[in-house]
């Protein structure tokens, strides 16, 4: 009987699952095809698009600006990421709420509206120039927007609830009692943190780091109102062809170069982390 019923599931099994494959093929699989293919057909037929994306030094300082930011804005945010979402999974219920409450509202506010306010609290004039120079660290006002510092420090912020909530699903999961059985076997605070500590959150880096990097890479508002066009970044650029010069070849030339990236990078995470919980 179980033999006449297996068919059965499995047709259901795939009607239900059939609207999200639907969805998939037309607003993901169609789309990247048409991009791939106006990528080697426009202005003409060829690769020529690639061989001036790939040998241009002009738009291999693009790459590099945005490889860069991606990079620091990764590294950052999980040194920033790690102490807090430890506080998160050691303190007690009461404050965690609190504290979530206060990462979830920077998530839930207008990305232009942070952006805006990091723009004046950046500035020459703005509160953070004012302050350090008060207190005598500095005599003259940095320069701080307009330059892939400013993007970086946007960024970071941004960021860094989504590099908070994997590691903390990680970290709020690892016994204790572990770390207890590494302090009575002798290990200092710091080796407990690198020898135990870390190799266990690892996965909950790895997932964060990648999506931290990954969105990094095809960020397109907080580069472009702090970072100016001599900084420009890949997602810039991609607006730049497209909607400024109407050179849609090469704008998806770009843009698959980034598609292809990210693949690259999740299927690296996948193999390196199979069977970890990433």
Do not use: H
């Not at 607003?27 to 061989?51: A, H, I, K, M």
């Not at 903390?168 to 059985?181: E, F, M, N, S």
């Not at 943190?193 to 870390?198: C, D, F, Q, T």
């Amino acid at each position: 009987m179980l033999s006449f019923l297996m068919p059965a599931r499995r047709g259901s099994g795939l009607g239900m699952a059939l609207p999200a494959l639907v969805l998939l093929l037309a607003f993901f699989v169609v789309p990247v095809t048409l991009l791939l293919t106006r990528s080697v057909t426009e202005p003409q037929p060829g690769l020529q698009n690639y061989e001036t994306l790939l040998g241009s030094a002009t738009y291999l300082r693009v790459f590099g600006n945005t490889f860069l930011v991606s990079g620091t804005v990764t590294l950052v945010t999980a040194l920033i990421a790690f102490p807090v979402a430890w506080l998160l999974a050691i303190t007690t219920p009461r404050l965690a709420g609190i504290l979530f409450g206060i990462i979830l509202l920077s998530m839930w506010t207008n990305l232009l509206a942070r952006t805006y306010a990091w723009m004046v609290l950046l500035q020459q004039t703005g509160l953070i120039n004012r302050m350090l120079m008060a207190v005598g660290v500095i005599d003259q006002p940095l320069q701080l927007t307009n330059n892939l510092i400013g993007v970086t420090i946007g960024m970071v912020y941004i960021m860094l609830p989504f590099m908070i909530l994997p590691l903390y699903g990680v970290i709020r999961k690892i016994d204790p009692a572990i770390l207890q059985a590494a302090a009575l076997c002798g290990a200092s605070k710091g080796q407990a943190l690198r020898r135990v500590l870390l190799p266990l959150a690892a996965p909950g880096i790895a997932s964060g780091a990648l999506m931290v990097f990954v969105m990094s890479l095809g960020y397109f508002v907080t580069p472009a109102l702090l970072g100016g066009t001599s900084n420009m970044m890949l997602a810039e650029l991609i607006v730049q062809q497209v909607q400024s010069l109407v050179n849609w070849g090469m704008g998806a030339a770009a843009a698959f170069i980034l598609l292809v990236v990210t693949l690259i990078l999740y299927a690296l995470q996948l193999r390196l982390f199979a069977g970890r919980g990433v």
